[in-house]
């Protein structure tokens, strides 16, 4: 699998999007959690960036839920190519 310097949270930028929030009500978490949840479910370490503490509690509680394959394929979907490096032209 392909390692690549993606900014897990989107710098917060994305968390209001529909499907993530749909998402997110369906399994009862955060939009954030989502994307957490989804990053280890690819087999990578997220490290999100969390200044208040309330979010750090939140991006910890994401080992007590699994998404399913057709949510995961849905998330799939949503891939922008966003990086904190910008545009990467191998992705
Ligand atoms: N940014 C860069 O230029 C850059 C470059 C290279 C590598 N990286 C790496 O990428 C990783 C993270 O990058 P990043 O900080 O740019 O982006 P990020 O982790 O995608 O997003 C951080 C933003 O998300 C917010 N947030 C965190 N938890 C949240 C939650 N549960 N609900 C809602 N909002 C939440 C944070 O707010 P609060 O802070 O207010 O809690 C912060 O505004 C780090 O490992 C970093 O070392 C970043």
Redesign the pocket.
Known sequence: MLSR?T??????TR?GDETLMRLAQKYGR?A?QILIRWNIQQGTVP??????RQ?LE??INVFDFEIGKDDVKLLNGLNEGYS??GYLPYI
Not at 7 to 12: D, F, G, K, Y
Not at 47 to 52: C, G, L, T, V
């Open positions: 310097p900014v897990p949270l989107t710098r917060a968390l955060s954030a490290i999100p960036k969390a200044n208040q979010h939140e991006n904190s490096l």
